[in-house]
């Protein structure tokens, strides 16, 4: 009885000190998720009404078994449990302390048509969508203001049956920008680990004005000729994790953004202390990890390491152009392995592509203190493409203990930038040989949170720091 009448005052105690972790104790977002977060309640989607034959539409199924269990957010929360089978659905929200568990056979299946997902405002740091009007259709599942949310599995799939958008995309019938598969906003506490994302009809994973997010053991599955399928997306977001993952799709396999030109400026949500590593990817028409191109809110503090790119287009890119503003600096990428790349090191400068024409072609983005060491290339076509801007020189763009295979008779082209190299082979450009003596210049991944991200799997879970009841039951 005592118990359980100081139970909310326990919550209130434990909800605060799980906040002062997160923000207090760095890199904590990286640790090794716990497979048993404990959730005080449980229900599973065919108590509503849900059948998982893959024809029959479940939106109002995930629609009421959320509206149902959100009266326990503030008991501890509540766990949504998808058993195997095929459960096709349009959109359905999120809301906070939640777990969303698909058993290994469950398959989450995106609805072809596309009223199934509502149309709503774009982002207010990317102005219109890619579609005019400018309004886009929402994610398959996604949540705004949430904070404490799991979505995780025994490697169950969601599948968003990507390939009528890609249709619809390349016959211009499109009348909104295509939906990704899953999408937080303003969001906090954020797990998505042990799942399949097959078929995006956009974007995979977009995390977006979010903090505190964690993404591991997801595999990530589209047509390697599939228009935008990114794997991952940070986005204008903040202490953010991703590890051991593998993604084999059409588009970037992560790509760190902060929003678009004048809107990304003016709305000037950065993204930073992002930490990566044990990334495998196959992109065709991507790179393993990106910056950009929509950059303008400002990207640093980086770190990413135990990259292996394959067959793939580009191994690490930035991508930038005049009228994004913001900038991309302290980025410290290391132990990456390419084989079969055809660009390794790809910095563009004249990106283009503007959400409308009223972006200003004075606002330059700053790009510096990038360093990139410890790769390895086999069967890598060129070396690198590093171009600046004009009035612009991207700086401290450093290279150390990079040993590619290049087929090209001319590895390196580098225009308007300005860096240091060591150990670099093929011989790096002149650009980053003048000034060979100031390599203590090179940015070294200190000032980032994320160096503490790397410890192997510790005692102390995410699950937890998210789970106040959890933190209760130990006690
Ligand atoms: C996720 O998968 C990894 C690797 O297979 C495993 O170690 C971990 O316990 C799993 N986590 C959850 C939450 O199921
Ligand atoms: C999860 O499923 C995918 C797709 O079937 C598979 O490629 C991957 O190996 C599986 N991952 C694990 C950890 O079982
Ligand atoms: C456009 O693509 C969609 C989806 O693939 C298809 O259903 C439709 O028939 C196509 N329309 C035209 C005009 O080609
Ligand atoms: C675009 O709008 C037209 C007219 O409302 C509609 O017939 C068509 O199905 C829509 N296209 C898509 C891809 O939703
Ligand atoms: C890297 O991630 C993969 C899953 O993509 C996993 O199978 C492997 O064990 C991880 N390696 C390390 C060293 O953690
Ligand atoms: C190398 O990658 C390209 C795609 O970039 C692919 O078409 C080709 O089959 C790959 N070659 C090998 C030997 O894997
Ligand atoms: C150079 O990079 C390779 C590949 O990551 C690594 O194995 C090697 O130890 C590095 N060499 C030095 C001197 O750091
Ligand atoms: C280097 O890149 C520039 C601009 O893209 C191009 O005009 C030039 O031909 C390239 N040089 C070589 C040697 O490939
Ligand atoms: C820009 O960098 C180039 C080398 O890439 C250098 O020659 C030039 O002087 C630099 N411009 C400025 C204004 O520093
Ligand atoms: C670049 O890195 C150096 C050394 O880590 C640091 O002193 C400097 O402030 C950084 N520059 C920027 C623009 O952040
Ligand atoms: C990034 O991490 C550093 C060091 O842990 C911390 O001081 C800083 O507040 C973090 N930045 C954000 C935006 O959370």
Redesign the pocket.
């Known amino acids: 009885m005592r118990r359980s009448a100081s139970l909310l005052q326990v919550l209130l105690v434990f909800t605060t000190m799980v906040k002062t972790q997160w923000s207090t104790v760095s890199g904590i977002y990286c640790k090794e998720m716990s497979p048993n977060v404990y959730r005080p309640h449980s229900v599973t989607i065919t108590e509503f009404g849900a059948i998982g034959d893959g024809v029959t539409l479940n939106t109002k199924a995930f629609r009421n078994a959320i509206f149902y269990l959100n009266s326990f957010a503030d008991k501890g929360g509540a766990q949504l449990f998808v058993p195997a089978g095929k459960w096709l659905t349009g959109s359905f929200g999120l809301i906070s302390h939640l777990t969303l568990s698909l058993d290994k056979d469950a398959v989450i299946i995106g609805s072809p048509d596309s009223s199934d997902w509502p149309v709503v405002d774009p982002l207010p740091s990317y102005g219109r969508g890619r579609e005019l009007p400018g309004k886009r259709h929402q994610s398959l599942i996604f949540g705004s203001y949430l904070t404490d949310v799991i979505i995780t599995g025994a490697n169950g799939t969601i599948d968003g049956q990507g390939?009528?958008?890609?249709?619809?995309f390349?016959?211009h019938?499109l009348n909104y920008t295509r939906p990704h598969l899953v999408e937080l906003m303003y969001s906090t506490n954020v797990v998505i680990s042990n799942l399949t994302f097959k078929n995006s009809p956009f974007w995979n994973i977009h995390p977006v004005y979010c903090s505190q997010v964690l993404v591991q053991h997801v595999t990530i599955l589209a047509p390697l000729n599939s228009p935008n399928t990114d794997g991952i997306d940070p986005d204008s977001s903040t202490n953010v994790c991703i590890n051991h993952c593998y993604v084999k799709n059409g588009d970037d396999v992560i790509a760190i953004k902060s929003g678009w030109d004048e809107y990304g400026i003016s709305f000037a949500h950065p993204s930073s202390n992002i930490s990566i590593s044990n990334i495998t990817g196959e992109t065709r028409g991507g790179a393993g990890i990106a910056f950009g191109s929509e950059m303008s809110g400002g990207i640093s503090e980086v770190r990413a390491e135990g990259l292996r790119v394959v067959n793939s287009l580009q191994g690490i890119r930035i991508k930038t152009a005049p009228g994004r503003g913001g900038y991309v600096k302290n980025v410290y990428i290391a132990d990456v392995s390419m084989y079969n790349v055809s660009i390794a090191i790809r910095i563009s400068g004249n990106f283009g592509e503007h959400p409308d024409d009223k972006y200003d072609r004075n606002a330059l983005p700053m790009i510096s203190n990038i360093t990139i060491k410890d790769v390895v290339g086999v069967n890598v076509g060129v070396a690198g493409i590093l171009e600046g801007i004009h009035g612009d020189n991207f700086s401290n763009i450093c290279l150390s203990n990079v040993s590619l295979s290049v087929q090209s008779a001319h590895p390196w082209n580098c225009s308007l930038i300005e860096g240091y190299s060591n150990s670099v082979i093929p011989e790096s450009c002149e650009q980053l040989r003048s000034n060979c003596r100031q390599t203590s210049d090179c940015y070294d991944g200190s000032s980032s949170s994320a160096t503490h991200g790397q410890e192997p799997r510790d005692t102390l879970s995410t699950s937890q720091l998210l789970n106040p009841l959890m933190k209760f039951t130990l006690f």
């Open positions: 390939a009528i958008w890609w249709g619809w390349h016959n019938t």
